[in-house]
């Protein structure tokens, strides 16, 4: 597959070397034009919503632009850098076809990092550039190990150079042949180049004359086949071409062929000339280091003395820059003979360089790249967060007024509910009290009349019958008239008769009164419990004894009415029953009401022990009203209630 990389202006992805150079302009090219960055990407900005350049351009210009202010020796802390690119992630996340400019995004954050030596961040930032290569077909960008060798070199931990190469060692062996078939970007070929550098420097430093061969081998098979690409920018040409240099240099110099590096340098000054179009600064500031290096290899004081005075006077001179020249110093004052001078000067070298060696020890990259990472990811949800700042405030003001609202009406429609409800309650309770008031009242009202009846038929009538009957046989005895006698007799039959059917009617009236009244207490009772229990869910088994009720007035059944109804309200509550008995009978003086269930029970409601429900209460009350008893035995197989109430009294 041909993959090739977003390029801006600069190219994004070559960027190791593009850092010496950046640093090497640092003063003066700040000093010449400094650039206002916020007012800069405000105008691209303009120029973009209003449609006078495309995303494309508007991705090429910020690049440039960026590229331009680290040129100048600008740097960012990365919350000031997202917002300066914060229209540029907007564009490059908002459409799938700007992948590569997503990929140059997080290469303008890991060049701001890496530029000034935060070593975590850059690697976080490394990873993010992997990831949207990797999308965009790059199975292997070589972005991370190249990171990761730099730093282990600038902490000179070369073992750990080593081990990230031999990780890449075989898709590296690979890539003149991938370059030369135009398979992968030129730009990855560039960071193998990269990646090469600090390991022929740690096989160098191991004296391991095999690999130090075999690596400066691959570097220039890959380097040749950059040098003969047609697509390959003049920027990436440069930096190959410095780089091959910078590798012959490293060889010679292991080789001993000190007079040969002079050669070899001139070649490297010579690349500004034919790259006079290209920003070549960096160049002298690492030429003067490695002249240094190679007049002290040579042993001529004079050029050395005069190099170093200019690598001290040059525009980046540092801290970082110190150890080097005490260790050039001591070195030329050995020269001299001046050893005591020299030593001074070297032991001020060691302690710099362990001053240095301590501060980069000090960092730690694993903390930092967990710091970036935290910090990158809470400034894009800080960032998300502000942008439905304004929406998430309305939603809540307008959800908080309508729940507000909701509340009220369902508060108000509750009370009204509750208030119906108690009315309705009220006005049921008083009704169904009245209902079985006026049919007690009905029922005792027939059944007294059916008694008065009966009693009048049975003293009344009977009696009359029963005098005239007596009559006829009277005159019967008195008469000796056959004839007479006879008919007297028929009539005494007939009379006789009469009397035998009014006072069988009025026995029969006395009690039909009584078992109607016993008949209709149990209709109310069953019609009761069907309301209550339908039969698809309970089984009923309701029995009233014969002659039970005979004499219970008519206050005493509605109050029995009314605990039988509290009772079967507590079971419906309460219980969880699959069946319910009622039972009314008659002992002793005494008229038995017995309640039971197959229910849960009672649980903590215990009858005696102050928790019984408002309902078992309430049956109390009615009971103790009744001058009567409660007792109440309750399990988890069921409840029973018996209530006994003295007849006598009723």
């Known amino acids: 597959m041909n993959i090739k990389l977003y390029r801006s202006a600069g190219n994004l992805v070559c960027f190791t ?43 090429v210009k910020a690049d440039s632009l960026t590229h331009q202010l680290f040129s100048e020796g600008k740097h960012f802390e990365t919350k000031e850098l997202l917002g300066l690119l914060s229209l540029y992630e907007e564009i490059a996340w908002s459409n799938p076809e700007h992948g590569r400019a997503r990929a140059s995004y997080f290469f303008l954050l890991f060049n701001n990092a890496r530029m000034f030596k935060k070593r975590g961040a850059s690697m976080y930032y490394a990873e993010k550039i992997t990831e949207e290569l990797k999308k965009l077909g790059q199975e292997h960008p070589l972005v991370e190990p190249l990171q990761k060798t730099k730093i282990y070199q600038e902490l000179r931990l070369y073992d750990k150079v ?26 990855v070929g560039l960071n193998a180049m990269y990646i090469l550098s600090p390991v022929l420097t740690g096989y160098v430093k191991m004296n391991d004359t095999a690999s130090v061969y075999q690596t400066a081998l691959l570097a220039k098979q890959i380097g040749t086949a950059l040098q003969r690409s047609d697509s390959i920018s003049r920027t990436q040409k440069l930096y190959n071409d410095l780089l091959m240099i910078e590798m012959a240099h490293s060889i010679a110099n292991f080789e001993h062929r000190y007079d040969s590096v002079a050669a070899i340098l001139n070649r490297m000054e010579a690349l500004k000339t034919t790259y006079k179009d290209q920003a070549t600064n960096f160049i002298d500031i690492n030429l003067i280091r490695l002249r240094l290096e190679n007049y002290r ?40 003979g001046n050893y005591q001078e020299a030593y001074v000067s070297v032991t001020k070298a060691l302690k710099h360089e362990r ?36 929406r998430t405030l309305w939603l809540i003001i307008i959800s908080s007024a309508a729940a507000i609202i909701v509340l009220a009406i369902y508060m108000i429609m509750l009370r009204q509910s509750r208030k119906a409800k108690e009315q309705l309650d009220a006005l049921n309770d008083t009704a169904n009290t009245q209902v079985m008031a006026m049919e007690e009242a009905k029922h005792q009202a027939v059944r007294d009349e059916q008694q008065r009846l009966g009693q009048d038929l049975h003293d009344g009538l009977s009696s009359s019958i029963a005098g005239i009957r ?41 009690a039909a009164a009584e078992e109607r009244e016993e008949q209709s207490f149990a209709r109310r009772i069953k019609l009761l419990t069907d309301s209550a229990l339908p039969d698809s869910h309970y089984h009923k088994d309701i029995h009233i004894d014969d002659r039970s009720l005979a004499r219970v007035n008519a206050d005493t059944r509605i109050a029995l009415l009314r605990i039988i109804q509290e009772a079967i309200t507590n079971i419906i509550k ?77």
């Open 574 to 650: 309460h219980a969880r029953a699959k069946s319910v008995g009622i039972l009314i009978y008659e002992e002793i003086d005494n008229l038995l009401l017995v309640i039971s269930d197959d229910g849960k029970g009672l649980g903590e409601k215990k009858p005696d022990n102050g928790k019984s429900t408002m309902g078992l209460q309430s049956i109390r009350r009615r009971v103790l009203y009744l001058n009567g008893e409660t007792n109440i035995q309750s399990t988890t197989k069921g409840t029973e209630i018996t209530i006994s109430i003295p007849l006598t009294t009723s």
């Open 470 to 510: 007596h009559q006829l046989e009277v005159m019967s005895m008195d008469t000796d008239d056959a004839s007479l006698k006879n008919k007297l007799g028929i009539l005494q039959t007939e009379v006789s008769n009469v009397y035998e059917v009014a006072r069988n009617k009025s026995h029969e009236w006395f």
């Open 355 to 390: 001053e240095l060696q301590m501060a980069l020890m000090a960092e730690s990259s694993d903390l930092l790249y967990a710091y970036t990472q935290a910090e990158h990811n809470e400034i894009a949800l800080q960032k998300a967060e502000n942008v439905k700042q304004q």
């Open 162 to 187: 080593i081990s990230v190469y031999e990780n890449e060692r075989s898709y590296l062996a690979s890539l003149p042949e991938l370059l030369q078939a135009d398979r992968v970007d030129e730009s």
């Open 297 to 336: 290899n040579l042993k001529h004081p004079d050029s050395l003395r005069f190099y170093l005075e200019k690598y001290e006077s040059s525009p980046i001179f540092g801290d970082s820059q110190r150890a080097d020249v005490d260790e050039f110093t001591g070195q030329l004052q050995a020269m001299h």
């Open 17 to 59: 070397l593009l850092f010496i150079g950046m640093v090497s302009q640092n003063k003066t090219a700040f000093a010449r034009s400094p650039t206002r960055p916020q007012a800069e990407f405000d105008k691209l900005a303009k120029a973009y919503h209003s449609n006078r350049i495309s995303a494309q351009q508007y991705f």
